[in-house]
Nanobody, 122 residues
């Protein structure tokens, strides 16, 4: 089993920045890729970004150029730097982990975090 614990959410004004962190623990040897998903009220959960063990990244079009996903393999931690935030970025953000990047970005998730709320005010 793998446990994912997110942190870093909060309230920010439009145009501001936040950095989310996700720390993995447990049987992390089974994890090769991480991702961030988000779910806004009355909407489906959607991919934000994914990253492989080698650093290959994948982003949703809506966040390209504004968000950056990165990871610290030594600490089993993944980050999401969010800049130029917009009110439409308001959602619960979930950390996700899986066996490969293509699985993480297509929704074949092995482990989910509990989620952290991000609210962007206009």
């Amino acid at each position: 089993q793998v446990q994912l614990v997110e942190s870093g959410g909060g309230l920010v004004q439009a145009g501001g920045s936040l950095r989310l962190s996700c720390a993995a623990s447990g049987s992390t040897f089974s994890i090769a890729a991480f991702g961030w998903y988000r779910q806004a009220p009355r909407k489906q959960r959607e991919l934000v970004a994914g990253i492989s063990s080698g650093g290959t990244t994948n982003y949703a079009d809506s966040v390209k150029g504004r968000f950056t996903i990165s990871r610290d393999n030594a600490k089993n931690t993944v980050f999401l730097q969010m800049n130029s935030l917009k009110p439409e970025d308001t959602a619960v953000y979930y950390c996700a982990a899986g066996a490969a990047l293509f699985k993480v970005v297509t929704g074949a998730i092995d482990y989910w975090g509990q989620g952290t709320q991000v609210t962007v005010s206009s």
